[in-house]
């Protein structure tokens, strides 16, 4: 696996990535093109064989790291793929002088939720029907060093 920064060339195949997953809104590629060019974005793929196999994207804002999504190709799952990502967007983050970051998860996300958990990350807050009016968020933050 190689990681590197997106591209907006990668839009398609993120946007196809991110329809695979029960996310509420989905980000369209004129999204994902954007997201990859602004610079306040922090927006990495992971690529294995060849293949994009997930990405994480976020914004550096002051001095947070705001996190939008870290979302793997299903295909690719449970081979430390999103921990790499989440890893990448972290650094990226600290590099650019940001002091903490923030995410939200579903509540009911098990596998992303023990993700950032492990990644140091700890629920903040309860944010009701935060995903299309039917699923609570969790509000989760970490210090960056």
């Not at 991110?18 to 509420?24: E, R, S, V």
Request: hydrophobic fraction near 45%; aromatic fraction near 8%.
């Amino acid at each position: 696996m190689t990681l590197r920064p997106a591209s907006p060339t990668d839009a398609p195949r993120l946007a196809a990535i991110d329809a695979c997953w029960d996310t509420t809104p989905r980000w369209t590629e004129e999204q994902f093109r954007k997201e990859a060019s602004d610079t306040k974005a922090v927006a990495f793929v992971a690529e294995a064989g060849g293949t994009v196999a997930g990405f994480a994207a976020g914004w550096v804002v002051g001095e947070e790291l705001q996190i939008f999504d870290v979302a793997v190709d299903p295909a690719f799952t449970r081979r430390g793929i999103g921990r790499a990502l989440l890893s990448a967007a972290l650094a990226e983050g600290a590099r650019r002088g940001a002091t903490s970051a923030h995410l939200e998860v579903a509540e009911g996300n098990a596998p992303a939720a023990a993700l950032y958990t492990g990644a140091g990350f700890k629920v903040v807050a309860r944010r009701p029907k935060f995903y299309g009016g039917r699923t609570d968020a969790l509000a989760m933050s970490r210090p960056l060093p």
